[in-house]
């Protein structure tokens, strides 16, 4: 029994405001104070983050600045283990600069002489291939290595990473819970007859010529002439998202003739607020990969706009496909799928229960592994 705080650092994408790697660190924080409070061991995170005082007065942990070599090393020398996760952090598609970072802090840690742990990443795309000797060096090198997809463990296969076991586990988020005292609310609001069926929309700037957004558009005007709908943005990556939204809301024009409606998620930045949001939706039409979870993971049918193969991966995972890509997205048939999903919304339900259910239940094992790691150190 380890009856000392054990102070674990958690190095990701975090601090940046964007709610879907936010709601990962809220996930890893919540799924480890559960799965610690059971066994009995204290567990003290510390989160480097780029924003560290909105950070610890987010999630109530300590936190440090993330690019600040002296404090990250202070941190590492004063911990108990570390750990890498979740996201996609190991990918060089946005930046040559992530994968030597994130290698980086664990290396930092390895020569520290201190357990690292990966929890439930996506690896890749990985274009360079002079990273994948320093990929394997590290996670060799780890006590416990998870990844959410098995495209991602075929990665480190081609990588030739043989130890550790790599594991094979659902995004965090799927186990991320609605904020406390909110069921009732979620219940009210859905026995409400009188209104419309909310259809969520997540979407982000990624085609330059921004034909995506415009068939978007296309899409949900198309829909709304054909039925009475709540159109509810809801924007993860601030303020990027927000723009995205608006400039399709601007596309739409005024649609209150049809007797449909259009709102804004305003500046919501705490993940489980975005989840207590997405969860009252009827549908959700994503761009944003965590948009598609947050729905699948409280049974709102997802129906993705694929711009990364991790979209694809985990829509496979809830017995779904994209509806289009971002190169080639059809409006018409975004209206079609969303009213046949509307349609047989209790038929999705019923049929992917218990795919969902065990994901969720999934969603905590790299947690349990960490803190049985700590428990048999101790």
């Known amino acids: 029994m380890v009856t000392t705080a054990q102070t674990i650092i958690i190095s ?44 610890q007065k987010m999630y109530g942990v300590e936190a ?71 990929i394997r060096s590290v996670f060799q090198r780890c006590e416990y290595v998870s990844v959410r997809d098995e495209q991602s463990a075929a990665l480190l296969g081609t990588m030739k990473l043989k130890n550790p076991v790599v594991e094979v586990v659902p995004d965090p988020v799927m186990g991320l819970p609605l904020p406390s005292g909110s069921e009732l609310h979620k219940a009210a609001t859905e026995s409400d007859k009188d209104k419309l069926p909310i259809i969520g929309v997540s979407v982000r700037y990624w085609d330059k010529e921004r034909r995506d957004l415009t068939a978007i558009a296309d899409g949900l005007k198309k829909l709304a002439a054909e039925r009475r709908v709540h159109l509810r943005f809801l924007p993860f990556h601030l303020p990027d998202d927000e723009q995205a939204s608006r400039m399709i809301m601007e596309l739409l ?23 207590l949001e997405v969860s009252r939706c009827s549908l959700m039409i994503g761009m944003r990969l965590h948009s598609l979870i947050y729905a699948a993971s409280h049974q709102v049918p997802p129906l993705g706009i ?4 991790k979209i694809d991966h985990f ?36 049929s992917q229960g218990a795919a969902i259910a065990l994901l969720k239940s999934e969603a905590r094992l790299p947690a349990q592994h960490i803190v049985n790691y700590l428990c048999r150190k101790g």
């Open 64 to 134: 440090v600045p993330r690019m600040s070599l002296g404090e990250v090393r202070r941190a590492i020398k004063n911990c108990d283990g570390l750990i890498s996760g979740g996201g996609s952090l190991l990918q060089d598609a946005t930046s040559p600069k992530s994968i030597p970072y994130y290698l980086a802090i664990l290396k930092l840690a390895q020569w520290a002489g201190k357990p690292t742990f990966v929890y439930a990443q996506g690896i890749g795309p990985v274009q360079r291939k002079i990273f994948y000797p320093m």
């Open 253 to 275: 024009g005024d649609i209150r003739g049809t007797g449909s409606l259009v709102s804004m998620c305003d500046q919501v930045t705490d993940p489980q607020q975005m989840l």
């Open 315 to 350: 829509l496979s995972r809830v017995g779904s496909q994209p509806v289009g890509t971002t190169e080639a997205l059809d409006g018409q048939k975004l209206a079609n799928e969303s009213m046949r999903l509307l349609d047989q919304r209790s038929q999705w339900i019923e």
């Open 306 to 309: 694929s711009y990364d193969p």
């Open 12 to 55: 990701g994408y975090y601090g940046f405001h964007n709610s879907g790697d936010e709601a990962v660190l809220k996930s890893i924080l919540t799924a480890l104070e559960e799965e610690s409070r059971q066994a009995g061991v204290t567990i003290k995170p510390v989160v480097l983050s780029s924003d560290p005082a909105w950070t």
